[in-house]
């Protein structure tokens, strides 16, 4: 049975999921929550299997009520439920997902329309693989939270950079690892932090002079979070575009890439059909068609047909990047539930790309990640820091002096 609890100030809300949820077998609604405060301490009673919050509400607002819970309990499920109102509350439900929630979808508002069935059926699907995840799986690599990080921005083992907490001291036998292989950049990576996490990367062997065209990063549950980070990392003129395919929920594309842009020094933005790939750029699949690399270096828009289970399919983008740019590209999967981004993750490694994918102590969900990994598509399996120190050293490549 999965014990869920509602937190929404609006009655009527509240009256409709447990409408909803509560003929849904396997599913029980233990409580209902009117403010934040309210949900901080019925969580703490309850403890239930998931919480639906509520973004904007009295007294205590989702957003903070998110950060309060899973600083307190990390391995608390939240899946925000928000209207699709303005940027500003798509930004709000972002920060919340950074914050832990695993999960936002919007308000069910195909009740009002007669489609009652339809939406009870897709809610309860949410939830329930909302149980696969594990939120507290980020703690391995998130920083501490901003009102920490201000009181204390230096520990002992430890040092911050930017928004990665990274450990200061390596184990022995990661350092005698990683001073069998070659470095991946003969140019020291721009802070220290960085250049000793890139020391401890147990990696193949890569070409001396490998340098990408191209970045292409994949994700589902969990991801928008690492993403955010990844980005949010790099330099303004990082000389490689970015072009990412998200599964999201219908209406919170454009929402994800103004959050990405706003948090970040490069720009992002919704992907248009036949857009080209400039370096420093960031380019974010839409919610309802599949995103493709052309050769030439453009992207392309395809119509997605009726009852895909993916919206934009991880696989038709990994695998027109195979096609297009061959070993030039570099290919990313994050955490994610089923098997989208295996194959075409595959076909880039056949295809001489190098391939990372989210390791299972960071995976919020080690879905996609794993398949790929057990068919052989991984080059290596990193966390999220790991991932920022490698493309900072690639970027270091096109800064070496002239022989």
């Not at 069935?117 to 939830?127: D, F, H, M, P």
């Not at 879905?367 to 920022?388: H, T």
Request: glycine share 8%; aromatic share 4%.
């Amino acid at each position: 049975m999965i014990r869920v609890m509602i937190a929404d100030d609006s009655k009527a809300t509240q009256r409709l999921l447990m409408s909803l949820l509560d003929s849904e077998p396997g599913i029980e609604v233990v409580g209902t929550a009117s403010n934040g405060n309210e949900a901080i301490e019925m969580y703490r009673r309850l403890r239930p299997d998931l919480v639906t919050m509520d973004i904007y509400m009295p007294e205590l607002d989702g957003l903070e009520a998110t950060r309060s819970i899973m600083n307190e309990f990390p391995e608390a499920r939240i899946v925000i439920i928000s209207s699709l109102v303005n940027s500003k509350d798509l930004k709000t439900s972002f920060e919340a997902m950074r914050a832990g929630a695993v999960e936002v979808v919007g308000k069910p508002t195909g009740v009002l329309r007669g489609d009652y069935t339809e939406v009870k059926v897709a809610l309860s699907r949410i939830l329930r693989r909302m149980m696969e995840s594990h939120p507290a799986r980020r703690l391995s690599w998130q920083a501490e939270s901003p009102r920490r990080a201000e009181k204390k921005t230096e520990e002992k083992g430890s040092e911050i950079s930017g928004r990665f907490r990274i450990p200061s001291s390596i184990p022995p036998s990661d350092v005698a690892a990683a001073e069998s292989m070659p470095a991946l950049s003969e140019v020291a990576p721009p802070t220290a932090a960085v250049q000793e996490l890139k020391s401890s990367l147990r990696v193949d062997r890569l070409p001396e002079k490998y340098c990408p065209s191209l970045v292409v990063i994949g994700g589902s549950t969990g991801a928008p979070a690492v993403l955010v980070d990844l980005i949010s990392a790099l330099p303004a003129d990082y000389p490689l575009p970015i072009v990412i395919a998200q599964h999201i929920a219908r209406g919170f594309a454009k929402g994800l890439a103004d959050w990405l842009s706003s948090s970040s020094r490069i720009k992002a933005r919704l992907a248009d059909d036949g857009d080209s790939l400039r370096p420093g750029t960031v380019l974010v699949s839409r919610d309802d068609s599949h995103l493709v690399i052309k050769p030439g270096g453009t992207v392309g828009l395809v119509e997605r047909i009726a009852h895909e289970q993916y919206t934009p399919s991880i696989n038709v983008f990994f695998e027109s990047t195979a096609e297009a740019y061959g070993p030039r590209a570099l290919g990313i999967l994050l955490t994610g539930m089923g098997a989208d981004g295996a194959a075409g993750l595959l076909k880039m490694r056949d295809n001489g790309a190098v391939t990372l994918a989210q390791d299972e102590s960071s995976a919020v969900v080690y879905g996609m990640p794993r398949v790929a990994y057990e068919i052989g598509a991984v080059f290596k399996q990193m966390n999220p820091i790991e991932m920022v120190a490698f493309l900072l050293s690639i970027q270091q490549r096109f800064q070496r002096p002239e022989a």
